[in-house]
């Protein structure tokens, strides 16, 4: 099947090209991949995807997407001579002003139980998932009562944690859910604080829009790469990263 498939791609000259640029297409594009290791003599350009990267003391991605590209571009670290600075366009582009709300905005995301791969939060399969759905439960136990919460979660739950019914059950009487009428980015724009529990791509978009923003993230306190170390000392100082959800959900006393 390898054989076959591979074949076929490289048979289609339509799409040749001299070099090949993705953020993503290397995941599970294999039309891409096919195409990419099989013309010779092509640059393989790589765009960093999330806001994760050169962040962590050990990222397995990290490291084979910037070993087997010719260049690696990133949102603005480097460490290696073939890593390249460049914007992604939607950090370039600030959107129009939105009207504000009240909304305290808990953006969240999702973790397998089970050991998929080495990401780089230092922390894989069932202890995962039990850390991170424990802090947020922490944040919601200490969050003053009388502080309104709306939870944007990960609009699927590809791995069963039935976080949202956990949550529900737990019958928090200042929390509510989003129900996704407005795109995430609308929902951000909008808000009057951004609260989130993991250093990704959200977290970077609502800095970069000057979003009033906190962030909880337990899994960076002892996991930290040596280019990231000061920022990070610096966001925890000024109180929006912290590395325990307590502390975080006391801001609001």
Not at 59 to 65: L, P, R, T
Not at 129 to 143: G, S
Request: proline share 3%; charged share 25%; with cysteine.
């Amino acid at each position: 099947k390898f054989t076959s498939i591979r074949e076929l791609v490289l048979l289609d000259h339509k799409r040749d090209a001299n070099i090949y640029f993705t953020a993503n297409a290397h995941y599970a594009n294999e039309y891409f991949k096919y195409k990419a290791a099989g013309k010779k003599n092509s640059k393989y350009l790589i765009m960093q995807h999330g806001g994760g990267y050169g962040l962590f003391k050990l990222n397995h991605g990290e490291s084979w997407e910037v070993g087997v590209a010719d260049k690696f571009y990133s949102f603005g670290w480097s460490n290696k001579k073939n890593i390249k600075y460049l914007a992604p366009s939607k950090f370039i582009h600030i959107p129009k002003k939105i009207k504000k709300n009240n909304d305290i905005l808990y953006v969240t995301n999702t973790i397998s139980r089970y050991l998929r791969n080495f990401n780089g939060y230092g922390f894989f399969g069932d202890s995962a998932e039990k850390l991170f759905i424990n802090q947020r439960i922490n944040f919601l136990d200490t969050v003053n009562n009388n502080i309104n919460i709306k939870i944007r979660m990960y609009p699927t739950d590809p791995y069963k944690l039935y976080e949202k019914q956990r949550i529900e059950d737990m019958l928090y009487p200042n929390i509510v859910f989003d129900d996704y009428k407005q795109d995430f980015l609308k929902s951000l724009l909008s808000c009057k604080l951004h609260i989130t529990d993991v250093t990704m791509t959200t977290f970077l978009e609502a800095l970069i829009y000057n979003i009033p923003t906190v962030c909880f993230s337990p899994a960076l306190e002892h996991n930290l790469s040596n280019i990231s170390q000061d920022l990070v000392y610096e966001l925890v100082r000024v109180k929006i990263l912290f590395y325990d959800a307590k502390k975080a959900a006391e801001i609001g006393r």
